[in-house]
């Protein structure tokens, strides 16, 4: 059997009958798909910034006692030549080992006197860093000499201040001593963008430390990376470990999982709390058209070409909303720096994130209108034509 379903343009001009209730409809529902979109975003833009800081040809060798938490490695500066020496799988190339010697700490730095220094990550490196962190780019200025320092991307979200208090030729402070930026990189979305670099000898001189934090190694291939664990577990009188850097990462992914979990959470609630604010306003919607519902009946309509009208109606305005919250959060959310522990992170509005935002839109309209589509199934044709 057919089902004679409303005219399609029927739907539309009902929208537009009740400007002030659509307007309240649609807005409400902008709000819910952008929140989503703000929380899905955060979420992917967190496992971006770690899944893209490892590179699986990267090992890196650190002190046992130190556990996950590089910070607290402390290892002989001569740990980088005796593994570059004592290892046959060390990437080469015009006569330089992928050997990078690091000293890694979190201190305090003031970027403005008037201000109160902020906790920043400042990682001590020679020019061999580059080799291995294949992600860092220039965007402008000179690799740090003496006294000076390069600043992540993101630095200037990881500090709270502005990017402009971060310029090429201004000076920052940490450990009692002033540092010229003598450049700016970036490292497409890796946790290096919120980190200061500067060079290592400089670094253990204001430190006065001679020890490292680690030594990255770049290998000529996979089977090289189990050398170095192999070699770091017979020689215990060195009291290292070695793990591949996207392990490494992938291990920081898991630290942060419960964050996720409550991410996922929030998503839920709020799309929750989104079917609700519909059904309310699909409710009322019903309630005031009795009548008008009711005639459509009387003159031959069925009454699930009547709810399907309703439900027509109720996902134009739901995939509206989420059409103007993804534009909203293409232009205001994504690539917006957040701090977290590690540094910062940009929030990420990927092919993903859209998905989901107007798949929970969608989910809004359509589960949101099903309840008051259903009622109006059961209303009388002749106590709806008598009602007010």
């Excluded at 201040?161 to 970036?186: E, M, Y």
């Excluded at 919120?194 to 990255?216: N, P």
């Excluded at 409710?283 to 459509?296: I, M």
């Excluded at 293409?330 to 990927?350: E, K, Q, S, Y």
């Amino acid at each position: 059997m057919n089902l004679h379903l409303l005219p399609w343009e029927y739907g539309i001009r009902n929208v537009f009958r009740r400007p002030t209730r659509s307007l309240l409809t649609l807005l409400g529902l902008t709000t819910v798909v952008l929140l989503v979109f703000v929380v899905v975003a955060f979420i992917r833009g967190l496992e971006a910034s770690l899944a893209v800081s490892g590179d699986p040809s990267v090992v890196l060798v650190y002190s046992v006692g130190a556990a996950a938490d590089i910070e607290n490695s402390a290892i002989p500066a001569r740990t980088a030549s005796l593994l570059a020496a004592s290892l046959e799988g060390v990437d080469h190339r015009f006569d330089v080992s992928y050997v990078s010697p690091e000293l890694y700490i979190g201190t305090r730095v003031t970027v403005d006197q008037s201000r109160p220094p902020s906790l920043g990550i400042v990682r001590g490196v020679t020019t061999a860093a580059p080799l291995l962190r294949r992600q860092v780019q220039m965007i402008v200025g000179k690799w740090p000499a003496t006294g000076e320092v390069l600043v992540g991307r993101l630095l200037a979200a990881k500090l709270g201040c502005s990017s402009q208090d971060l310029a090429v030729g201004d000076t920052i402070k940490f450990d009692g001593r002033d540092w010229r930026i003598s450049g700016r990189f970036t490292a497409g979305g890796a946790a290096f963008e919120s980190e200061i670099w500067c060079g290592l000898e400089d670094l253990q001189q204001t430190l006065k430390r001679q020890d490292l934090s680690l030594v990255a190694l770049g290998m000529a291939n996979s089977a090289a990376a189990s050398d170095v664990e192999l070699f770091c577990k017979e020689r215990v009188d060195l009291e290292l470990q070695a793990v591949g850097e996207t392990k490494y990462y992938a291990s920081l992914q898991a630290h942060y999982q419960p964050v996720r979990m409550l991410g996922w959470l929030v998503v839920f609630l709020v799309a929750g709390a989104g079917v609700f604010a519909g059904l309310n306003t699909m409710y009322g919607a019903v309630v005031g058209r009795v009548r008008e519902l009711s005639t459509l009946q009387a003159i031959g309509f069925r009454r699930r070409a009547v709810a399907a009208s309703l439900i027509q109606e109720a996902l134009l305005l739901a995939m509206a909303a989420s059409l103007l919250a993804a534009v909203l959060a293409l232009v205001l959310v994504n690539g917006t720096a957040v701090r977290f522990t590690m540094g910062a992170f940009a929030l990420r509005v990927d092919s993903v994130g859209i998905l989901i935002g107007c798949g929970t839109g969608f989910l809004l309209g359509l589960l949101g209108a099903i309840p008051p589509a259903i009622k109006a199934l059961r209303f009388s044709i002749v106590e709806g034509l008598k009602a007010a």
